[in-house]
T-cell receptor
């Protein structure tokens, strides 16, 4: 959806390396979310932030970290502690409705 | 983790048929949202519902917010091939106000 930019669209990393996925929004929305999607499955919540400088763990936060230093930005770091990091990652904002970026497909080899 | 129960898991229909899918939850929600996702893309919002009993249409799509606030359905009338994709429901509410997604319904439409 317009206003949310995830980059890059495709990302490859070696096992054991940390990697940070970018999510930027110009919608001026307070709430931002990160979801993980695996083939044939729904969206599972990793982390969410209701406001700047505050964030909460979702259902599958282990192995991930986030920061929310600016309203526009909510980067997600996939650490080496995440046992199965290869997935499609979606970032979104929520203000009455949820809007999503185009997603980043991370492949760890 | 928390997920909504969405059914059916998949549907294979002929062009022109009507389609119905639904979501149920053990929790009460204040908002129900329905999305469509094409392969490799982010979900796109179809319909948003904010009030129990609300019935909203968007072209051939109709969705309702259940009276109990624990369920919602989406109907697609006169399906066409471009309706193919994965449809997700999402609910928001409770103490944390998290946005939770259903498990998805894969729709295939044969011309």
């Amino acid at each position: 959806d317009g206003g949310i930019t995830q980059s890059p669209k495709y990302l490859f990393r070696k096992e054991g390396q940390n990697v940070t996925l970018s999510c930027e929004q110009n919608l001026n929305h307070d709430a931002m979310y990160w979801y993980r999607q695996d083939p044939g499955q729904g969206l599972r919540l990793i982390y969410y932030s209701q406001i700047v400088n505050d964030f909460q763990k979702g259902d599958i936060a282990e192995g991930y970290s986030v920061s929310r230093e600016k309203k526009e930005s909510f980067p997600l770091t996939v650490t080496s502690a995440q046992k199965n990091p290869t997935a499609f990652y979606l970032c979104g904002t929520v203000e009455g409705k949820a809007f999503f970026g185009q997603g980043t497909r991370l492949t760890v080899v | 983790g928390q997920q909504l129960n969405q059914s059916p898991q998949s549907m294979f229909i002929q062009e022109g048929e009507d389609v119905s899918m639904n979501c149920t939850s053990s929790s009460i929600f204040n908002t129900w949202l329905w999305y469509k996702q094409d392969p490799g893309e982010g979900p796109v919002l179809l319909i948003a519902l904010y009030k129990a009993g609300e019935l909203t249409s968007n072209g051939r799509l109709t969705a309702q917010f259940g009276i109990t606030r624990k369920d919602s359905f989406l109907n697609i009338s006169a399906s066409i091939p471009s309706d193919v994709g994965i449809y997700f429901c999402a609910g928001q509410g409770g103490a944390t106000n998290k946005l939770i997604f259903g498990t998805g319904t894969l729709l295939a439409v044969q011309p």
